[in-house]
């Protein structure tokens, strides 16, 4: 039998708040102004947890020119949805919106795109963002939360474009010498592994 379709989501598998709650759980929202040139920015809400503990409401994290988001958002967007569509999970369409109604991204999904935004945000050319875009694709989802982690350690914020392991990342995934390289077919995690590496997909 043909697993059922999940309706309790919204944007890029974020699930709904539940019980009156006005607070999503921990997630990414993707503000894309109506202003063709704004810029565009990725904030970690970290919904419910937020406020307690030391732990902030929000984090901007990236502030990524228009013309760069133009470059990258159809990667991102294509890898998502591949992988809600296994989990049935309905897929996400980047869209204009702030605030409330910007689009959410699951809390894994949004440390991905993270990573691809720091990797791009410098970048001079289509040429260079091709690279970055192609070389992010490779990477397993592991990687990428790894990567998120040591660079968020110490250069996690918009402003850190310039410190530490924002640095490193960027050379990483934009040297074009290893461009070729990192398109080998990557391995995708089994079904057992995504039940593991992605709890906010479980039913």
Do not use: Y
Request: contains cysteine; charged residues 30%.
């Amino acid at each position: 039998m043909t697993k059922p379709l999940r309706t309790d989501t919204v944007g890029f598998g974020v699930p709904k708040a539940e019980g009156g709650l006005v607070l999503l759980p921990h997630h990414f929202r993707v503000e894309i102004p109506p202003a063709a040139n704004a810029p565009v920015s990725i904030v970690e809400d970290f919904g419910l947890s937020g406020g307690e503990g030391g732990v902030p409401f929000e984090e901007l994290r990236a502030v990524v020119p228009r013309l760069i988001w133009t470059g990258i958002n159809a990667v991102a967007k294509g890898d998502f949805n591949s992988r809600l569509k296994e989990r049935r999970i309905p897929t996400g369409q980047w869209r204009t919106g702030e605030g409330p109604e910007a689009v959410k991204v699951d809390r894994l999904l949004g440390k991905e795109l993270c990573v691809l935004a720091w990797a791009a945000e410098l970048a001079e050319s289509k040429a260079a963002l091709s690279i970055v875009s192609r070389r992010w694709a490779v990477l397993r989802p592991e990687e990428r939360w790894w990567l998120f982690a040591t660079t968020c350690a110490e250069a996690g914020r918009a402003s850190d474009t310039k410190r530490g392991w924002r640095v490193a990342l960027r050379a990483a995934l934009s040297d074009p010498g290893t461009a070729d390289a990192a398109e080998k077919p990557k391995r995708r995690p089994q079904r057992e592994e995504l039940s593991m590496l992605l709890p906010l997909f479980d039913d």
